[in-house]
């Protein structure tokens, strides 16, 4: 794989390399509130994980329709500048004000209502005080790891492309495995089907979302 010709690389020449900065972290704002009248799932209270949902979820159109609109809201505050406490807070807002819960919040002990992994935080990232900005290369980027971030991306763009009424889940994950190779909501939170980067037998509807 591309990761390990780089780490061979690394390992065959005589380039010392130090061990990488922690995470940097900005300013974690205090807990958003969530109104008394809206019902809190289980694990708030508990503070245990329920296992992962086995039954699939399907939706209707007002629940397709209400995952349109979250996600529209999300495009919009995505920006240059923006905070990541700041898409917390409005993201946090916006399910309130339609009378749900905003699942992340609690999930585990997470503070927020949105995860926000940015550069180096690989997921479940806590929204802070650090602004975003357009994603570019720093310093001398060899090639290798230029292809990498360049492939990552179509790899995503790809499986996107995959989904629509009808489609296997497999081929989610046979068109990111095909092309990666090439180059060496719901009433639960976490819930099958779980998408994996590889193929797996199962239809897709056009009533699911993940």
């Given at each position: 794989s591309v990761i390990c010709r780089e780490r061979e690389q690394r390992e065959r020449s005589n380039t010392k390399f130090t061990r990488p900065l922690p995470l940097r972290r900005g300013r974690v704002s205090p807990r958003l509130p969530v109104p008394d009248d809206i019902?809190?799932?289980?694990?708030?209270?508990?503070?245990?994980?329920?296992?992962?949902?086995?039954?699939?979820?399907?939706?209707?159109?007002?629940?397709?329709?209400?995952?349109?609109?979250?996600?529209?809201?999300?495009?919009?505050?995505?920006?240059?500048?923006?905070?990541?406490?700041?898409?917390?807070?409005?993201?946090h807002q916006m399910i309130i004000d339609a009378g749900a819960y905003p699942s992340p919040l609690g999930y585990g002990g997470f503070p927020k209502s949105v995860c926000t992994s940015v550069?180096?935080?690989?997921?479940h990232g806590i929204p802070?005080?650090?602004?975003?900005?357009?994603?570019?290369?720093?310093?001398?980027?060899n090639d290798i790891l230029k292809r990498l971030v360049k492939v990552t991306e179509e790899c995503m763009e790809k499986g996107i492309a995959v989904c629509k009424d009808g489609a296997s889940f497999k081929k989610i994950g046979k068109r990111i495995s095909e092309h990666a190779e090439k180059y060496g909501f719901g009433k639960v939170f976490h819930s099958e089907p779980v998408i994996l980067h590889h193929r797996k037998q199962l239809d897709l509807k056009s009533v699911i979302y993940f």
């Open positions: 019902p809190k799932p289980p694990y708030v209270s508990t503070k245990e994980l329920p296992e992962l949902a086995s039954e699939h979820q399907f939706h209707d159109a007002e629940g397709i329709e209400k995952m349109r609109a979250a996600c529209e809201l999300a495009a919009r505050v995505l920006q240059s500048a923006v905070t990541t406490n700041e898409i917390d807070k409005a993201v550069n180096e935080c690989m997921c802070d005080s650090r602004q975003l900005q357009k994603t570019f290369l720093c310093g001398n980027v």
